[in-house]
């Protein structure tokens, strides 16, 4: 019965921020994907990371587009990209170029040339819907991300949002990382 309250609860916020990302003004979005990307730039410049795992944005997400291109200009930086396989599980493949793209499940987009990363990451950046302050997240639904992030524990995640993605608190279960 508890699962079934917060399954409920968790579509509540999946609902609301949808309908709010899909409500924001082109120059409302622009504003704060340029705030973002120098947030994440710098942070990113002041560190010592390597092997970055980042999704792909779509149109509606916080754009992660900007940051992949800053990060393929360095020569000794990977950027690496979840590519959906089988449910629950990603696979992880080097991007070298934003024009290797393909359409993937659910609209996501991985590079066609899928070479796995078989190393070790330095910083995931997570995408999702809903994220509270103590680093919980409602993502799409599919569990891809808790299945992974499960065996990272110890690697630095950063979720990019806009400031109605962000609550005090999430229903969360015990899938939930």
């Known amino acids: 019965m508890l699962e079934n ?10 609902e609301q921020v949808l309908l709010q990302r899909r409500k924001i003004s082109p120059q409302e979005k622009s504003s704060f994907d340029l705030r973002i990307l120098n947030y994440l730039s710098d942070y990113y410049l002041n560190s010592n990371y390597n092997s970055i ?23 000794h930086k990977n950027i690496i990209v979840p590519e959906v396989i089988k449910k629950p599980r990603l696979k992880h493949v080097y991007l070298k170029n ?34 509270d302050h103590k680093g919980n997240r409602i993502g799409y639904g599919g569990g891809y991300y808790d299945h992974f992030l499960k065996d990272q524990l110890n690697v630095p995640k950063i979720a990019l949002a806009y400031p109605f993605q962000i609550f005090d608190k999430l229903p969360t279960n015990k899938f939930d990382i």
């Open 5 to 14: 309250t917060i399954s409920l609860k968790k579509s509540i916020y999946r």
């Open 53 to 75: 795992l980042c999704y792909v944005s779509r149109k509606d997400e916080v754009d992660t587009r900007s940051f992949i291109k800053k990060v393929l200009n360095f020569k």
């Open 98 to 131: 934003l024009n290797d793209l393909v359409l993937g499940p659910y609209g996501t987009q991985h590079p066609k040339s899928s070479v796995t990363f078989k190393g070790t990451l330095d910083l995931i950046i997570v995408p999702g819907l809903a994220f």
